[in-house]
């Protein structure tokens, strides 16, 4: 059974980065490179939403307030998802997830805290 792991967060003060990585597990997963990825993240007291997502060509697509901010990338050789956040901001706090756009189970995030 795939899994994917998200790590990375951390606690940051506002206006620095953050470099969050999705790995895929389970070497029966060979069909990563085939499926669009999703970055998404649920802030406290509010409903998840979607941040990003990457084609498996690479095509990449935002949420309005992440656009210039965020980058989404991925290699499919490591069956490995990033998302570089810079410029991050106190409304960037939450917990972000990651899995492919197609399926509805959940992983447990990484925490991102932005404050000063």
């Known amino acids: 059974q795939v899994q994917f792991v998200e790590s990375g967060g951390g606690l940051v003060q506002p206006g620095e980065s953050l470099k969050l990585s999705c790995a895929a597990s389970?070497?029966?997963?060979?069909?990563?490179?085939?499926?669009?990825m999703g970055w998404y993240r649920q802030a406290p007291g509010k409903q998840r939403i979607w941040v990003a997502t990457i084609s498996p060509s690479g095509f990449t697509n935002y949420e309005a307030s992440v656009k210039g901010r965020f980058t989404i990338s991925r290699d499919n050789a490591k069956k490995t998802m990033y998302l570089q956040m810079e410029n991050l901001k106190t409304e960037d706090t939450a917990v972000y997830y990651c899995k492919p756009t197609d399926f509805t189970t959940w992983g447990q995030g990484t925490h991102v805290t932005v404050s000063s």
């Open positions: 389970g070497s029966s997963f060979s069909t990563y490179s085939t499926y669009n």
